[in-house]
């Protein structure tokens, strides 16, 4: 009766055990799940991001900056009165393209 009873115990703490494991399983499942629909969601209907666009008060040319082949390397030509969208910008620079014109 004591070897069955020990027997008895040991099944509903593997049972117990077992059901907890499960029921971890089932949560990390529905976060996964969740996570994921947000994800797609997110991917279909991303929000709009802001464009910052500035307007040339001077023409730029490459030339101007002397011998300076790489920075020159990633210039363009601007006019007065040329619109650019701005992708970034730093140390007294902007990056970005010619609007109208994705060549430029």
Avoid: Y
């Avoid at 099944?11 to 059901?19: D, E, F, Q, S, Y």
């Amino acid at each position: 009766a004591n070897t069955m009873s020990v027997t008895l115990t040991a099944v509903l703490i593997v049972l117990t055990v077992g059901a907890g494991i499960l029921v971890c399983a089932a949560a990390c499942w529905r976060i996964r799940r969740r996570h994921r629909d947000k994800m797609e969601a997110q991917s279909a209907n991303p929000e709009p991001q802001p464009v910052i666009v500035a307007n040339m008060a001077f023409a730029f040319s490459p030339a101007e900056l002397g011998d300076d082949t790489t920075l020159k390397d990633m210039c363009i030509d601007l006019r007065a009165g040329d619109d650019v969208e701005v992708m970034a910008g730093g140390g007294g620079w902007l990056f970005g393209r010619a609007t109208g014109n994705p060549v430029r």
